[in-house]
């Protein structure tokens, strides 16, 4: 008999990032963090327009599916398409069936107005009922007065700030400025060069910042509840948790796989409902965190979200594959063309 398990939590993604894949080399090779976002992310993210947003979250839900992710905690940003952007990601994946809490990452690299374009995004689709935090990029693209804003909005609004912290060295003294800002409902991303405990949840990113060279967050010895995140590299959270845990071992032999498990768990207090989501798995012991920690290749079957088969013999049921795939290939080729 195959395992059944609740349904995975990816708790950090840029959906975004689905239509990275096979991009244009940047104008030069980036050996540093900073030269990463410069010549890889800021200039994608400044290309998207409405259908590339809509479209690539479309093809990242299927895929969430295909890996028995029903539910994502997803950071955003779109400096040249803004206004409305967190509802068109909230749509694309609802129309998969996928669950999301959206935010739209706040910056002060396209100068004021451009920061008080994202604040309003956030709180256009949060007062209209949408799900989602109030997102920040990061304290080191950020003037205070932004974050300040940020973080009395969220306040106003009754929900945490969504922000990248101390990821690489250029953001280091990221615990310093949001030292009186942080509150029990944040949401941490990354946390590898903090030089202090903040309050809120850490979303830890391994294979993200294995692929940055950022260094290791060592999660484990944070007072901090600690969640698992993708930083956009797909959804799939049993590769995610298997590559956490051979980290987490290097760095202490005596790790156990129970710990990285206990991460997953934590995403279920981001979305309590998918505790009774349903995911059938081609492997009898998909829900064990020894047997997961050592054996690749685990997929799901089949999908069941509120009673509702979403994925079925590996296949989505609400939309089609074929034309998702088409779709965002066609919206790849057009950011390519502008990269």
């Known amino acids: 008999m195959s395992a059944v398990t609740p349904g995975m939590v990816c708790s950090h993604h840029h959906l975004y990032s689905a239509l990275a894949r096979g991009m244009p080399a940047p104008p030069r090779q980036p050996t540093k963090f900073i030269e990463i976002l410069e010549q890889v992310w800021w200039r994608l993210d400044v290309a998207l327009d409405e259908e590339m947003i809509r479209w690539s979250a479309m093809l990242a839900a299927v895929e969430a599916l295909q890996c028995g992710t029903t539910a994502i905690v997803d950071h ?133 910042n294995m692929n940055n060279s950022v260094g290791y967050a060592r999660p484990a010895a944070r007072p901090n509840r600690v969640v698992l995140g993708t930083d956009g590299i797909g959804a799939d959270m049993l590769e995610e948790a298997r590559l956490a845990y051979v980290r987490l ?39 064990s965190p020894w047997h997961v920690a050592f054996t690749p290749g685990v997929r799901a079957l089949q999908v069941e979200v509120d009673g509702e088969v979403l994925l079925a013999d590996g296949v989505p049921t609400r939309v089609d594959l074929a034309e998702v795939r088409a779709k965002a290939a066609e919206q790849a080729r057009r950011l390519f063309a502008r990269l």
């Open 76 to 208: 955003h940003e779109s400096p040249s398409a803004i206004e409305g952007s967190l509802s068109v990601i909230a749509n694309a994946c609802a129309a998969v069936g996928v669950r999301t809490n959206v935010a739209y990452g706040v910056t002060d690299r396209h100068g004021a107005e451009g920061a008080r374009r994202g604040l309003a995004e956030n709180e256009r689709f949060l007062r209209a009922g949408g799900r989602g935090m109030v997102g920040v990029h990061a304290a080191f693209t950020c003037t205070d007065d932004t974050l300040r804003g940020a973080a009395e909005l969220a306040a106003e609004l009754g929900v945490g700030v969504h922000i990248h912290v101390a990821e690489g060295p250029d953001d280091a003294n990221a615990g310093e400025r949001l030292h009186a800002l942080a509150t029990d409902d944040w949401h941490l991303v990354h946390c590898v060069h903090l030089d202090r405990d903040l309050p809120g949840t850490i979303a830890h990113n391994p294979r993200s």
């Open 249 to 287: 071992r290097e760095d202490d032999v005596l790790a156990s796989p129970d710990t990285v498990w206990q991460w997953l768990e934590n995403g279920y207090r981001l979305f309590p409902e998918a505790r009774h989501d349903r995911v059938t798995w081609n492997y009898d012991h998909a829900d």
